[in-house]
């Protein structure tokens, strides 16, 4: 029998909190009673995520991430709304032999034989977050009595047969449909003879709709008025942003236009609020980045940049290691563009260029403050730049994200930044590269064969090879879990340049890049391409993942 520890001693035993967090949660239970895992997720010392992987390890349990599974239809009709409702258990899939259906609650005996009754198979229990299940459960169920796709399909079926149509309802199931399917954006893209949907998904676009033509301009004039927009300003790219609720959820979205020679195109950026993200173990770093990223994070002075492209995730790295930071015990002031999501004890500020509250005026007021810990979102002008680094090398930790492709590369650009390069080498903790590669789906990936010729066309050697002797690739090939792309939620791959006493001296007398690289590749960095094809190895993902984002 699994045994059952106290949650709090717990999670301190997984490292999610320390004693500290926990002396706090206590003094604020006896103000007000409550369960202490309530308290601490409040205080937003752990994430309703990380309580249920704690309790998944508890019970020697599979913790799954419900944000990264579609369940089947099948596994669905089971069970009554009502019931998976009340009792916040979302089905997962079932077979000849076993029903699976995440729960939070794994010691609830009684809805497991209830289950067991009305399913006529064993019932196998896995654990997940409690308020994802109760999110996600309200959209299956809905999408279940209202397919959504359908009820688009049947509106651009009418709009072809010249038939009026609600164009804010459609507008509306466009928004269902990109939440369903976990989309981060959705395009509206006008073309010569018809006009495209597409979400982007994984950091991947997927064509999804295409409708009339004619419907364009009264769908762009729909989305203009609910984001405040000028309806009839249609030459210029404009920017708003709107609210928008579904099964009881907000919703921000931030709409961009742009004039193309077909007309406005629409991108709605659907901003995400879900801080169980922001856990350094779900990133799907190795044991040894995980390490040394703790590790940078733990420094009390110094400047550590994430950089990579749009998309690559660098915001959610630089959040889960700031969650890392004590923020009882040090003072933490962030400058963010948005603020995405709000944490105790952080104190926590928008950008405001239209104020004047920019980045670099941000970092002088932050100076003031008493700081240890400074969040800059990002460095893109040179007084942003050297006010960062000058905070960084007189006692403070600054944490920032920079665009470049990787991680030695920072280098140069600090410099174009007019950055001397003694004051790189003596600010600079580390820099984290990064990327985000596709998972391959673990319900439907299959085994593959590769001929070591590929393998040397990569630049994998024997010896590398030799460190996976149990290594296995697998290719995508596409099931009702993950709507059938083969791929279901993303990992991180990185390379991580840490500044020793040897990387310090060789960017004080500025060496070029290839000697920076090499010399980092001796202390131990992984280039971001071998970090992805350990994946591959690990049948985590594919060649063809890491080759779309690595370049
Ligand atoms: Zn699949």
């Known amino acids: 029998m699994a045994q059952n520890k106290p949650i709090g001693q717990l999670l301190k035993e997984l490292g999610f909190i320390t004693e500290e967090q926990i002396q706090v949660a206590l003094q ?9 895992g309530e308290i601490l997720e409040e205080l937003d010392f752990v994430t309703s995520a990380e309580i249920a992987e704690a309790i998944a390890i508890q019970h020697g349990l599979e913790y799954i991430e419900i944000e990264q599974i579609v369940p089947s239809e099948e596994a669905l009709k089971i069970v009554p709304k009502e019931i ?28 497991m034989d209830y289950l067991q009754k009305l ?3 064993n019932v196998k229990f896995v654990v997940g977050d409690k308020k994802a299940i109760a999110r996600y459960v309200e959209i299956y169920y809905y999408q279940l009595e209202n397919p959504i796709e359908k009820e688009i399909d049947e509106m651009i079926e009418r709009a072809l047969q010249n038939r009026e149509i609600d164009i804010p309802h459609l507008v509306d199931l466009f928004l269902n449909s990109a939440i369903k399917d976990k989309a981060t954006d959705i395009h509206i893209t006008p073309e010569k003879s018809a006009t495209h949907v597409f979400f982007r998904i994984d950091g991947v ?10 419907l364009h301009n009264q769908i762009v004039a729909r989305i203009k008025i609910i984001s405040e927009l000028d309806i009839s300003e249609q030459r210029k790219p404009q920017d708003g942003a709107f609210s928008y609720n579904f099964l009881n959820e907000e919703f921000d979205l931030r709409v961009s236009t742009l004039p193309t020679n077909h007309g406005e195109n629409i991108v709605l950026r659907l901003l995400g609020k879900n801080a169980s993200l922001f856990n350094l173990s779900h990133l799907g770093l190795n044991e040894t980045n995980t390490k040394k990223v703790e590790h940078f994070f733990q420094k009390p002075y110094g400047i550590i940049l994430i950089v990579g492209p749009t998309g690559s995730g660098k915001t959610t790295t630089l ?15 962030t400058i963010e563009d948005p603020i995405e999501y709000r944490f105790s004890f952080i104190k ?14 941000a970092i002088r007021s932050f100076m003031r403050q008493d700081p240890d810990v400074m969040l800059v979102g990002e460095i893109r002008d040179e007084a942003t730049a050297e006010l960062a680094v000058r905070a960084s090398i007189t006692g403070h930790l600054v944490l920032s994200t920079l665009h470049t492709n990787n991680a030695v590369g920072t280098i140069p650009r600090l410099e174009d930044l007019k950055i001397p390069s003694y004051l790189i080498a003596s600010g600079l903790v580390a820099v984290i590269a990064q990327r985000l590669v596709r998972k391959l789906c673990n319900r439907c990936k299959q085994t593959t064969q590769i001929d070591m010729q590929e393998f040397q066309k990569r630049g994998i050697t024997e010896e590398f090879l030799a460190k996976y002797p149990n290594y296995q690739l ?5 099931c009702e879990h993950c709507r059938n792309t083969g ?4 990992n991180a791959i990185v390379e991580i340049l840490e500044v020793n006493d040897s990387i310090e001296a060789l960017i004080t007398k500025q060496a070029s890049s290839q000697e920076i690289f090499e010399e980092a590749k001796r202390n131990g960095m992984v280039p971001l391409k071998f970090d992805g094809y350990e994946k591959v190895l690990l049948g985590i993902t594919t060649f063809e993942e890491i080759d779309r984002v690595v370049d």
């Open 28 to 36: 604020v239970q006896k103000a007000n009673p409550k369960f202490l």
């Open 84 to 111: 998976a409702i009340s009792k916040n258990i979302l089905p997962i899939s079932i077979d000849n032999e076993t029903f699976v259906v995440a729960t939070q609650e794994v010691n609830d005996i009684m809805t």
């Open 119 to 121: 399913s006529k198979r």
């Open 205 to 214: 676009l997927n064509h999804y709709y295409s409708l009339p033509l004619r």
């Open 319 to 333: 959040y889960s290691a700031l969650r890392k930071i004590d923020s009882l015990k040090k003072n933490v002031l």
């Open 348 to 361: 926590q500020t928008q950008l405001n260029t239209k104020a004047g509250y920019t980045f670099d005026a």
């Open 474 to 478: 697998y290719k995508p090939v596409g």
């Open 487 to 490: 791929y279901n939620g993303r």
